[in-house]
């Protein structure tokens, strides 16, 4: 059935501020093909109540970590202090043991839970390539084509993101806990993303990217040989790094190539606007200013980073220099992005013993806090996903994400003040209604295929936790 309609929206979201009403035409496509204050002549128009916003971003998840949650809380008597690298020893544990259905049982999962919080694009950094063995899968796209499957499953679009690992630090081989994630050759990582990519092929919803794991599982030489060869298959593909997440990842650094990650990547790496550095929570000014200028999009996850002590990235510096920057939601604690904005913004106004830090006043779009954070989050997500989504203009998907004003979370509040009470407040998610390509995926807080979706995610628990 064709997505084709036009939608009288209450109040709907503009890049320049709010059109109350906005009529909305869909066309056949599932594209956006016109906005106006108007409605256009002839045919049947749905009314929507509320507020109407482009969906968001997600820029960077670990799919199968959401399954971790609630594992990693209890103080080890084997290590004294509770770190980043002790988590990450229970999620090698967990993840030696996850086979392909559970691994897509997982995502579909979490990614309903993205599609209710108002997120209909993720940028899932995926790199559980082998068997429990550490061997290919007969298909070497085998767990990628798992999360493929959970995003068609869901409706939600996929920026697919398959991961070179070959290392186990600067210098140091692989250890045996990484043996699902690692290409010994870039030849063969290459083989698997130039698959990857046929599979994209006349596919809006499934953009095929490459992420380099870290300067700590990828040597210099690796690097720049899969850049270049994924530079071959396609000049524009997005690039992600995990870099400067954690103090020691520097330390490292500094010690085995002279200088700290980001400054690395910058001096080394030609990172410009197609890259996504991941983290980079460990910055100095040099580096701050810099990676603004290079015009790569800073993937920050407030959530995982607080969970793992990871630090608090230089935000305000940073957003002065003109850097750009989105929300990931990493280890999927959350998977909402208004829940990750709030912390981000509370975690600012700690370091900085200050309010509303990156608002502009005289202007709608910019002197409100919730609109700040959500629009340049939404900026900074898609230029990150190369998804053709981000605002509710001509040309773009279709991704129209309704909040309920009434809705606990929004009672008294209209357009002006609707997404700082969303973003910095709310406690119940006033998401009522997604709509993907044209297509509604969330009615009414509820995910078409949810009650399925839940039982698989139920069963894939039981063995694991019980495992
Ligand atoms: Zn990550």
């Known amino acids: 059935m064709s997505p084709a309609g036009v939608y009288r929206v209450e109040h709907l979201h503009q890049p320049s501020g709010w059109l109350s009403p906005g009529y909305l035409e869909v066309d056949a496509d599932g594209y956006i ?45 084997a290590d004294a202090e509770d770190t980043f690298w002790t988590w990450r020893k229970v999620m090698y544990d967990f993840v030696a043991r996850i086979d392909p259905a559970q691994y897509q049982a997982i995502a579909a999962m979490v990614y309903t ?37 959970a995003a068609e499953q869901t409706g939600l679009a996929i920026t697919l ?46 953009v095929i990217g490459v992420a380099l794991h870290s300067l700590r599982a990828v040597p210099t030489d690796g690097l ?19 870099v400067a997440e954690q103090p020691r990842e520097v330390e490292e650094c500094l010690a085995s190539l002279g200088a700290r990650p980001i400054r690395w990547l910058l001096d080394n790496a030609n990172v410009g606007a197609d890259w996504t550095l991941i983290h980079a929570t460990h910055c100095d000014e040099n580096e701050c200013r810099d990676m603004a200028a290079s015009g790569a999009v800073v993937g920050l996850c407030p959530a995982t980073e607080a969970s793992l002590g990871d630090g608090i990235f230089p935000l305000v510096a940073y957003q002065g220099a003109g850097g750009h920057w989105g929300i990931g939601t990493d280890s999927n604690y959350t998977t909402s992005v208004a ?124 063995d694991l936790v019980a495992a």
């Not at 969906?55 to 399954?67: E, W």
């Not at 081989?173 to 870039?186: C, D, G, N, Y």
């Open 224 to 242: 720049a040989a899969v850049v270049a060869g994924v530079r071959d298959i396609a000049s524009d593909t997005p690039i992600h790094i995990h």
């Open 339 to 462: 829940e990750e904005l709030r912390v981000l913004e509370y975690g600012q106004r700690l370091i900085h013993g200050r309010r509303n830090l990156l608002t502009a006043p005289g202007d709608e779009t910019t002197e409100h806090t919730g609109r700040r954070l959500f629009d340049l989050a939404l900026a900074g997500g898609t230029r990150s996903l190369a998804q053709p989504m981000g605002a509710l203009t001509p040309s773009k998907r279709a991704d129209l994400v309704m909040l309920d004003s009434e809705s606990p979370t929004l009672l008294g509040h209209g357009p002006r003040t609707g997404l700082d009470a969303w973003i910095l407040g709310g406690t119940v998610n006033p998401v009522r209604d997604v709509m993907v390509g044209g297509r509604w995926v969330v009615r009414d807080g509820r995910h078409d295929s949810e009650d399925i979706i839940i039982a698989a995610y139920k069963e894939t628990m039981a």
């Open 33 to 77: 093909a016109t906005v106006d204050q108007d409605p256009p002549h002839g045919g049947s128009v749905t009314h929507l109540a509320g507020l109407g916003v482009p969906s968001a971003s997600n820029l960077h998840s670990h799919a199968f970590q959401r399954a971790l949650v609630g594992l990693s809380e209890c103080a080890s008597i």
């Open 161 to 206: 993101l398959p991961v070179f690992y070959a290392s186990g630090g600067i210098g140091r081989p692989p250890q045996e806990s990484q043996k699902r994630f690692v290409h010994a050759e870039p030849d063969r990582f290459l083989e698997l993303v130039a698959g990857l990519s046929a599979l994209s092929d006349g596919r809006p919803d499934l």
């Open 113 to 149: 839970d993205m599609l209710k919080h108002g997120i209909t694009a993720v940028g899932e950094f995926h790199y559980v390539h082998h068997d429990t063995s550490g061997c290919p899968y007969a298909d070497r796209a085998e767990m990628s084509k798992r999360l493929v499957a």
